[in-house]
């Protein structure tokens, strides 16, 4: 029998332990032996709960039970997190987990100790929630040399956004939905200002290159300024609006990866991508173009893929399932302001002027409104469009990059 350990009792937690023992038989049969959740830490008691008798408040009792192998770490944080996962990979179990924060911030690291101590460290769970993402980048397109990940990876900032055009609702109002269902935070602060999608495209990132990429030095920029107004000046011109995390590569191993609000052309597959869904869109140099598209979270759907993982750990007890190469040497990165691509710009009515001066060579965008206006620049270094918007001052409304 192989005994798991599940560390939070959470909305994810208690999803672990509900696809295990519901899907028991199946679960078991794939991992090749019968699987059993022996313990579930939390600080808190579950008086009726169905697994009461499993939960326990001290850690030591699993990291000194010789029986667990398998430990599903889904507290959250990069605290007592991340001290028991470094102590159960020390004893030689195995680790699973959704944690995207922990992961981003000391994968590499633990990956490494993993390996040494023949266990694994698995965290499919923590880029695309219930979306194969980790997995196939590090198995099934190993041959290949990937150029370009282009993704949504946050389901409130989609939620957000997708109400938005649909509905014409502002920014404030939609937030609001979204945490009324659920969707969103009570502080969505991680979510809204993309530092959520920051951490996942730095995992990305980090899987594409090999090496390790620091999401505190990713640019990140929120969806928080985007507003019904910038909708109507892309459906003008056959775009929408989403919050992408971008990864590039170059020849030289160096790589762009950030975060930000991107209108992108109807006609791409992404833009399709609505409401709480996900899309990851990985480009190869051999396979060209591929997309894996999904739920990025929820209790089941999060659940299934930390599940995922803790049966391949099951098939590889006693040794190390890791086929990733993630050094802890860091990625050289590209400086964005050195990048180039247009820009669509709104500004108030009395600056159009101003704006064909400041970016000749683009367009006006006609989209019926007489308060302001919009404009698409020609392509150009970002650093070279963010000098010239400081000239329009406060008659700058908003700027979006275009994919």
Known sequence: MISVAVLGYGTVGSGVVEVIENNNAEVSAKAGEEMHVKYILDLRDFPGDPYEDRVVHDFRVILEDPEVSIVCEVMGGVGAAYQFTRQALEAGKSVCTSNKELVAKHGAELLELARTKNCSYMFEASVGGGIPIIRPINKALTAEKIESI????????????????KEGADYAQTLKQAQELGYAERNPEADVEGHDACRKVAILSSLMVGKNVDSEKLYTEGITRITPADFEYARAEGMTIKLLATSVGYEDGSI?????????????PLAAVNDVYNGVFVTGNMLGDVMFYGKGAGKLPTASAVVSDVVDCARHI?????????????????????????????????????????????????????????????????????EKCKELGENLLNEIRLA
């Open 150 to 165: 282009i993704a949504i990876l946050n389901g409130t900032t989609n939620y957000i956004l997708t109400k938005m055009e």
């Open 256 to 268: 762009l990866a950030m975060v930000a609000p991107t209108m992108l052309s109807k006609e791409h």
């Open 318 to 386: 006693g040794r190390s399932s890791i086929v990733c190469i993630w050094d802890k040497e860091e990625a050289k990165l590209i400086d964005k302001a050195e990048t180039e691509k247009a820009f669509f710009v709104r500004v108030k009515a009395i600056a159009k002027d101003t704006v064909c001066k400041l970016f000749p060579g683009g367009h006006f965008v006609e989209a019926g409104r007489s308060e302001d206006c919009g404009y698409i620049t020609e392509v150009m270094k970002e650093k070279d469009f963010a």
